[in-house]
């Protein structure tokens, strides 16, 4: 299993540019998340989803827009970029089989918008 | 989700037993308590997870007191490869359950020669 995989790795963008961070996974599982981590802090949540065709906000969601249309894929929308979504983001998934807060994460994407 | 309060730094030497502490004091009773580890440019590790007293697995222990109001991540015999940023988390079960983790600053250990 390739587990969780992430493209690009790193990306540059201008302002008011517009891109998609793509997420696939290949474990099967319904939960699926995305997280932004700026230097030296923790990760916030942006979106999440519970199956396909299902999806929610984080705790930060402005700015960014999310898809489910299969198990495998989660693609994070980015609408006119701004210097504040410089970032890296990660994605992750679980199963949530039994009582476990196992998520797997991908490598990340290093954003920045300039 | 309960906030979690964990230092923002300790230092040890490799060979020496880490305690990572972090209180969560308004603890509600279906959540879970869960610690990750990420090194740098890499995304978080999940390490180990407890409802009480105590948990172990083959990379750490994690204790639980019966209040729940705290738990602490042991470390056994650190290596330089255990220098990373630890975070403690409160997960909450049941019915509503999405699995969302609510991420702080987490706890960076330096492991010194």
């Known amino acids: 299993n390739a587990g969780v995989t992430q493209t690009p790795k790193f990306r540059i963008l201008k302002i008011g540019q517009s891109m998609t961070l793509q997420c696939t996974q290949d474990?099967?599982?319904?939960?699926m998340y995305w997280y932004r981590q700026d230097p030296g802090m923790g990760l916030k949540l942006i979106y999440y989803?519970?199956?396909?065709?299902?999806?929610d906000k984080g705790e930060v969601p402005n700015g960014y827009n999310v898809s489910r249309s299969t198990t495998e894929d989660f693609p994070l929308r980015l609408e006119l970029a701004a210097p504040s979504q410089t970032s890296v983001y990660f994605c992750?998934?679980?199963?949530?089989?039994?009582?476990?807060?196992?998520?797997?994460f991908g490598p990340g994407t290093r954003l920045t918008v300039t | 989700l309960a906030k979690t309060t964990q230092p923002i730094s300790m230092d040890s030497y490799e060979g020496q037993e880490v305690n990572i502490t972090c209180s969560h004091n308004?603890?509600?009773?279906?959540?879970?308590i869960t610690w990750y580890q990420q090194f740098p440019s890499q995304g978080p590790r999940f390490i180990i997870q407890?409802?009480?007293t105590k948990v172990t697995n083959e990379v750490a222990s994690l204790f639980i007191p019966a209040d729940r109001k705290s738990s602490t991540l042991s470390l056994p015999r650190v290596s330089l490869s255990d220098t990373a940023v630890y975070y403690c988390?409160?997960?909450?079960?049941?019915?509503?359950?999405?699995?969302?983790?609510?991420f702080g600053q987490g706890t960076t250990l330096q492991v010194k020669p």
């Open positions: 992750a998934s679980s199963t949530l089989q039994g009582i476990s807060y196992e998520q797997y």
């Open positions: 474990m099967n599982h319904n939960y």
């Open positions: 989803s519970v199956g396909a065709g299902i999806t």
């Open positions: 308004n603890i509600a009773t279906n959540d879970y």
């Open positions: 407890g409802y009480k």
């Open positions: 988390l409160v997960a909450k079960a049941g019915s509503s359950n999405t699995g969302k983790l609510i």
